[in-house]
């Protein structure tokens, strides 16, 4: 019923910067939040950051003054600009989306197919 599609993700060298695009398409009313996650080899996925529709934002530590979220509400996108790049960035990035398909019903969660980003000279 709905897609979410990540695109943005390669390789960089630590120092340099990437951004993150996740289009949500399908049936949808309202998107009430998105986020990024990510998850490295051996390790759980973690939250790297997200936004309400409110526009508060919430990031992990790991990235606060290196990572911006932001979103574009009639294109149904979420953005992850990434500076400073380090090597422990190193991840599937994964986009998600908590949404309604019609008034007044339940949330859903939805989850992108991921994007590899790897931090390495």
């Known amino acids: 019923q709905v897609q979410l599609v990540e695109s943005g993700g390669g390789l960089v060298q630590p120092g340099g910067s990437l951004r993150l695009s996740c289009a949500a398409s399908?049936?949808?009313?309202?998107?009430?939040?998105m986020g990024w996650y990510r998850e490295a080899p051996g390790k759980e996925r973690e939250l790297v950051a997200d936004?309400?529709?409110?526009?508060?934002?919430n990031y992990a530590d790991s990235v606060k003054g290196r990572f911006t979220i932001s979103r574009d509400n009639a294109k149904n996108t979420v953005y992850l600009q990434m500076n400073n790049l380090k090597p422990e960035d190193t991840a599937v990035y994964y986009c998600?989306?908590?949404?309604?398909?019609?008034?007044?019903?339940?949330?859903?969660?939805?989850w992108g197919q991921g994007t590899q980003v790897t931090v390495s000279s």
């Open positions: 998600n989306a908590v949404l309604t398909h019609v008034p007044g019903r339940n949330e859903f969660l939805y």
């Open positions: 399908g049936r949808i009313f309202s998107i009430n939040a």
């Open positions: 936004m309400r529709s409110g526009g508060t934002t």
